[in-house]
């Protein structure tokens, strides 16, 4: 199994609602990232969170709360937000240094199907 | 911050035509990749380079680290090649520290 899965595809909420995206991986990586993409514009790191840890926070806004409850899931919870942030939001995820002993698998990022977010 | 450049940032071509993509980084890095990008879709992963070459049916990688430079070449291109093309790169910090992306090429391939 090579997949990362995204729940939902598609999600409208309003600027009250309180909302969750879910990603999901059973390939055995321990570090997993949540990246939020504009239209037109590549890919900008939010999260990452490494042993289920939280490891790295670039300066996110708190209206963005993630967890990762077990070593397969990955949650990004959403509340208040505003319409400049509808985007699609990625999770991916990898191996970390010492989890494998060498080779391309250590590295390599796996990206999910991601979850287009309309904020009304 | 370190950054990602990518060439061209539009290509226009042929069907058939030989396709080359450029991306240069500033620093050190682990690992680079190259990812595409279908419109409204999502991400994925062609290559992952650490040095030297790969290829993958039409898809062709490679890297020089010494210049800090990859190029990525598609042969015998074809309509359905069109896509976004990204370049990213995940620095040499020795843990998990997330890809910085280059801005992408998008490629047109007309029949």
């Known amino acids: 199994d090579t997949e990362v899965t995204q729940t939902p595809k598609h999600l409208v909420m309003g600027m009250t609602n309180k909302k969750s995206l879910k990603c999901e991986q059973h390939m055995g990586h321990r570090a997993m990232y949540w990246y939020k993409q504009k239209a037109k514009k590549p890919p900008e790191l939010m999260f990452v969170y490494s042993y289920e840890k939280l490891s790295i926070n670039e300066s996110v806004p708190s209206r963005f709360s993630p967890e990762c409850p077990n070593s397969s899931l990955l949650n990004l919870h959403l509340h208040a937000l505003q319409p400049e942030d509808s985007a699609l939001y990625l999770c991916?995820?990898?191996?970390?240094?010492?989890?494998?002993?060498?080779?391309?698998?250590?590295?390599?990022?796996?990206f999910g199907p991601g979850t287009r977010l309309t904020v009304t | 911050k370190n950054e990602v450049e990518q060439s061209p940032q539009n290509l226009t071509a042929q069907e058939g035509e030989f396709i080359t993509i450029n991306c240069s980084y500033s620093v050190g890095i682990s690992a680079l990749h190259w990812l595409q990008q279908h419109p409204g879709g999502g991400i994925v992963s062609l290559f992952m380079?650490?040095?030297g070459k790969k290829k993958h049916g039409r898809l062709i990688a490679t890297i020089n680290i010494q210049e800090k430079h990859s190029s990525l070449h598609i042969t015998a291109s074809h309509p359905r090649d069109s896509a976004v093309y990204i370049c990213a790169v995940m620095y040499s910090g020795g843990g998990a520290d997330g890809l910085t992306f280059g801005k992408g090429t998008h490629l047109i391939i007309q029949p």
């Open positions: 991916a995820s990898s191996h970390l240094p010492g989890q494998v002993g060498t080779g391309r698998a250590l590295y390599e990022q796996y």
């Open positions: 380079l650490s040095s």
